[in-house]
């Protein structure tokens, strides 16, 4: 008996079925397909072979157009990105090689590719590129149908390879925000600090501000939020730190100590040092607002462990003195912040970890109306890149998570798996609550009296567990 192959891309394609309608003309209607190297005759008969099914489904669906099309060896997904785009990405089923009447025969396992998760990757796929690139029609009117191939090549090449699909679970659904609670003395000073520093710098249209990879305000709405927190944490700014590491020890970008009165402020768009200027031109540019994709300079700057993201206007020509006066301004006073929340941040974590000791379970959490999540089954895979647990306990996790998004208000799922582990769902008001308790010999009571201690250590009564 082989391993067991994990999910992996086929293919990812774009097309526009309005384009190329004249026979000989089907190249027309790609737009971008991976892998670049496909020979065009397999990208035609691919493309052709979508539109039939997009053209077929449409006679039975009502409201939704085709979503997910099941085969034995792959997984087929659909998106109409915008009106006459669509997105297609086709994922490989997992199979593993089993001994049968002497002959080796591939067994293949279809659930485990789960259609809600990776439809909602796909969706994922496109909303960052319209953050990075805007729209597809921002594009198109931007430089015509060319200009739109360019930057999807360019987008996607670089960011396809590096989305591991065999990884990809229930927080991918969720594309949720981790905030940082503070308390009110703190949480004021930042939102004292933002509002200084929009009034002092007219440039600026939207502010964030995060400690620790957790946001703490922001000034933009929550869809847009959603995506960037997604870009800064994912990208970015790991991105950053790994070529901090490279070049050796974090440095101030003064050479002096903070308590001289200098700061440990450094820009991770924009110049490399305040001197040289250098890279000024090469500050991101990034899309809001999916309907009139308004353009900004993105610029990023980040004192010990606390990063402040600012939105430029585009019209505004970035130079040297800007970034000057914008390193004096944030520096001293984002340095002085990230001291201050570290203190209390110490605080919070020490007393989270004596807790989570003490339990036996772990948890996820999600509010539908703020996007807020938090989820300690993820604390290792976030620290070493590998899951703690079991492939089968994520991946029924997210079937549980389907089966609470059909309910309208509130309701309950438990299940027990073959290993003594219960797992939980919960829906009320908005807020979804899973649990995974790894407890022999526990029965129902003893599993609603966990909950009920998880529900009064953790989230102050926010479910009421009956």
Same mark, same amino acid.
């Given at each position: 008996?082989?391993?067991?192959?994990?999910?992996?891309?086929?293919? /990812? !394609?774009?097309?526009?079925?309005?384009?190329?309608?004249?026979?000989?003309?089907?190249? $027309?209607?790609?737009?971008?397909?991976?892998?670049?190297? *496909?020979?065009?005759?397999?990208?035609?008969?691919?493309?052709?072979?979508?539109?039939?099914?997009?053209?077929?489904?449409?006679? !039975?669906?009502?409201?939704?157009?085709?979503?997910?099309? =099941?085969?034995?060896?792959?997984?087929?997904?659909?998106?109409?990105?915008?009106?006459?785009f669509?997105?297609?990405?086709?994922?490989?089923?997992?199979?593993?090689? +089993?001994?049968?009447?002497?002959?080796?025969?591939?067994?293949?396992?279809?659930?485990?590719?789960?259609?809600?998760?990776?439809?909602?990757?796909?969706?994922?796929?496109? +909303?960052? /590129?319209r953050?990075?690139?805007?729209t597809? +029609?921002?594009?198109?009117?931007?430089?015509? @149908?060319?200009?739109?191939?360019?930057?999807?090549? @360019?987008?996607?090449?670089?960011?396809?390879?590096?989305?591991?699909?065999?990884?990809?679970?229930?927080?991918?659904?969720?594309?949720?925000?981790?905030?940082?609670? #503070?308390? $009110?003395?703190?949480?004021? +000073?930042?939102?004292?600090? @933002?509002?200084?520093?929009?009034?002092?710098?007219?440039?600026?249209?939207?502010?964030? /501000?995060?400690?620790?990879?957790?946001?703490?305000?922001?000034?933009?709405?929550?869809?847009? &939020?959603?995506?960037?927190?997604?870009? #800064?944490?994912? =990208?970015?700014?790991?991105?950053?730190?790994?070529?901090?590491?490279?070049l050796?020890?974090?440095?101030?970008?003064?050479?002096?100590?903070?308590?001289?009165?200098? =700061? !440990?402020?450094?820009? &991770?768009?924009?110049? *490399?040092t305040?001197?040289?200027?250098?890279?000024?031109?090469?500050?991101?540019?990034?899309?809001?607002?999916?309907?009139?994709?308004?353009?900004?300079?993105? #610029?990023?700057?980040?004192?010990?462990?606390?990063?402040?993201?600012?939105?430029?206007?585009?019209?505004?020509?970035?130079?040297?003195?800007?970034?000057?006066?914008?390193?004096?301004?944030?520096?001293?006073?984002?340095?002085?912040?990230?001291?201050?929340i570290?203190?209390?941040?110490?605080?919070?974590?020490?007393?989270?970890?004596? *807790?989570?000791?003490?339990?036996?379970?772990?948890?996820m959490?999600?509010?539908?109306?703020?996007?807020?999540?938090?989820?300690?089954?993820?604390?290792?895979?976030?620290?070493t890149? =590998?899951?703690?647990?079991?492939?089968?306990?994520?991946?029924?996790?997210?079937? @549980?998570?389907?089966? #609470?998004?059909?309910?309208?208000d509130?309701?309950?799922?438990?299940?027990?798996?073959?290993?003594?582990?219960?797992?939980?769902?919960?829906?009320?008001?908005?807020?979804e609550?899973?649990?995974?308790?790894?407890?022999?010999?526990?029965?129902?009571?003893?599993?609603?009296?966990?909950?009920?201690?998880?529900?009064?250590?953790?989230?102050?009564?926010?479910?009421?567990?009956?």
């Open positions: 008996m082989s391993a067991k192959s994990p999910i992996s891309l086929l293919n /990812f !394609f774009v097309f526009n079925s309005t384009y190329g309608n004249r026979e000989g003309e089907e190249s $027309k209607k790609i737009i971008f397909y991976y892998p670049d190297k *496909t020979d065009l005759d397999t990208r035609i008969k691919n493309i052709g072979l979508c539109e039939a099914i997009i053209k077929f489904s449409d006679t !039975f669906a009502t409201q939704s157009p085709c979503e997910v099309l =099941h085969t034995k060896k792959t997984r087929q997904l659909f998106l109409q990105a915008e009106k006459n669509w997105m297609v990405m086709s994922l490989s089923i997992p199979f593993q090689q +089993k001994l049968r009447d002497g002959q080796l025969y591939p067994d293949y396992y279809a659930e485990e590719v789960q259609d809600h998760v990776f439809q909602a990757l796909l969706k994922a796929l496109y +909303k960052m /590129f953050l990075i690139m805007g597809f +029609k921002h594009n198109l009117e931007h430089g015509g @149908i060319e200009y739109l191939k360019q930057k999807l090549e @360019i987008f996607y090449l670089r960011y396809l390879p590096k989305i591991k699909f065999h990884q990809v679970d229930l927080l991918d659904v969720f594309q949720g925000i981790q905030f940082l609670p #503070l308390e $009110k003395y703190p949480f004021l +000073k930042i939102q004292c600090f @933002i509002s200084l520093t929009e009034a002092t710098f007219s440039q600026i249209k939207y502010t964030a /501000f995060l400690y620790n990879d957790q946001l703490v305000w922001s000034g933009l709405n929550q869809e847009d &939020m959603q995506v960037l927190y997604r870009f #800064l944490i994912c =990208h970015l700014i790991p991105s950053f730190l790994e070529s901090e590491l490279q050796g020890a974090f440095s101030p970008s003064r050479p002096t100590s903070f308590s001289s009165g200098q =700061h !440990f402020g450094r820009f &991770m768009t924009g110049p *490399t305040i001197t040289d200027g250098a890279n000024i031109d090469k500050v991101p540019k990034i899309y809001i607002n999916k309907d009139s994709s308004e353009e900004y300079s993105l #610029l990023v700057y980040r004192a010990l462990s606390a990063t402040i993201c600012l939105l430029v206007d585009s019209k505004y020509q970035l130079n040297l003195e800007f970034f000057k006066k914008l390193d004096q301004f944030l520096g001293p006073n984002l340095t002085s912040l990230a001291s201050e570290s203190e209390q941040y110490s605080k919070t974590v020490g007393l989270t970890s004596s *807790t989570d000791q003490q339990i036996k379970y772990h948890y959490y999600f509010n539908r109306l703020n996007l807020a999540e938090k989820s300690t089954i993820h604390i290792d895979a976030r620290k890149g =590998h899951m703690s647990f079991p492939p089968e306990i994520i991946k029924l996790l997210a079937d @549980i998570n389907f089966d #609470l998004s059909r309910l309208t509130a309701g309950e799922i438990i299940g027990k798996t073959v290993a003594d582990c219960w797992v939980i769902g919960k829906l009320s008001e908005q807020r609550f899973y649990v995974v308790l790894q407890q022999k010999n526990a029965n129902i009571i003893n599993v609603s009296d966990e909950l009920k201690r998880l529900n009064a250590i953790n989230f102050q009564n926010i479910f009421l567990v009956d």
